[in-house]
């Protein structure tokens, strides 16, 4: 019981680390520019498919990653000055409107690309096998993905709150109508963030692709975890995505692999496996309803 729980423990947090990725990037476009896009998810997606196509074209992992990284950045910025630099003036219904048709149109173009079957990402050969962990087994690739997910949350904690790129940001989140009278171009910063949102999202992707399929529409069900982290967390806030994300991953995680092994102490052991799940997703809601409860604008919010 005890290596189960220890297992599932690094599962969550290599799950949260991951998901915080893709909450920090949307986080920061939600808070400096009070922008929802429903997109983000799609940048996933594209920077996983990227990361197969030039993992095997090169036929190296690594020169996937800075590919899917460097490629799904472009886009995000091309994305960003060609339509949703537009919508920054619209309400949030406009908004939700206009990035859900560019899901349709990302998940059309994908398709159009790569086709409809799921396309394979192989984790690299040396991080294939398992290694020893405290008298267990645990798979090293995970182990590298929980690795550059801290490194990745500590390189971004240092840029926010120790650059003056960082301030920067710090303050359009704070009060973006005072940034832009202080002279600092919230729309190139505003690009900036976006590009590097995205950016993240593609590791995200690429990191999480030898565990999961790559597929068509494969940022949708991550983009509802992401929103409710950074509900969680509080709307333009690092430290809140990263704590929030935390919360997500790991209760997700132990919830799906302990409570059906609870349930089978009074429930048949069919009935228990079906409950177990739907429970453990249902939870990550009512932690979200009592946090919200407790704190209205999330543990961190930016804007105080």
């Not at 059309?108 to 398992?130: F, K, S, T």
Request: glycine share 12%; hydrophobic share 60%; net charge neutral.
């Amino acid at each position: 019981m005890t290596q189960l729980f220890l297992e599932q423990a690094l599962n969550g947090l290599q799950f949260g680390l991951m998901l915080f990725l893709l909450a920090a990037g949307l986080t920061l476009v939600f808070g400096i520019m009070d922008m929802i896009n429903l997109a983000h998810g799609s940048l996933y997606m594209v920077g996983a498919y990227l990361a197969a196509a030039a993992a095997a074209a090169s036929g190296s992992f690594v020169i996937g990653v800075l590919a899917a990284v460097a490629g799904t950045m472009a886009v995000g910025a091309l994305l960003e000055l060609a339509v949703l630099r537009r919508l920054y003036v619209r309400d949030h219904l406009s908004q939700v409107l206009a990035t859900f048709a560019l899901i349709l149109v990302a998940n059309e173009a994908v398709r159009m690309i790569w086709g409809d079957q799921p396309v394979m990402l192989n984790a690299p050969e040396a991080l294939a096998g398992p290694v020893d962990i405290a008298g267990f087994s645990y798979p090293a690739f995970r182990l590298l993905i929980i690795a550059v997910g801290v490194l990745v949350a500590l390189t971004l904690y240092v840029a926010v709150t120790m650059t003056r790129v960082g301030m920067w940001v710090r303050a359009g989140a704070s009060n973006r109508e005072m940034t832009e009278a202080l002279g600092i171009n919230v729309k190139r910063l505003f690009t900036i963030v976006f590009s590097v949102g995205a950016g993240l999202c593609a590791l995200a992707g690429a990191m999480l692709g030898p565990l999961l399929a790559v597929q068509v529409g494969m940022g949708e069900s991550i983009l509802i975890l992401a929103f409710v982290v950074i509900v969680i967390g509080g709307i333009g806030s690092i430290r809140g995505a990263l704590v929030g994300s935390l919360l997500v991953g790991v209760g997700d995680t132990l919830g799906r692999a302990l409570l059906p092994w609870l349930l089978r102490s009074f429930l048949p052991g069919e009935v228990a496996a079906h409950l177990g799940p739907a429970l453990a997703a249902i939870l990550i809601y009512v932690l979200m309803a009592a946090i919200l409860f407790w704190k209205p604008a999330g543990l961190f919010p930016a804007r105080g």
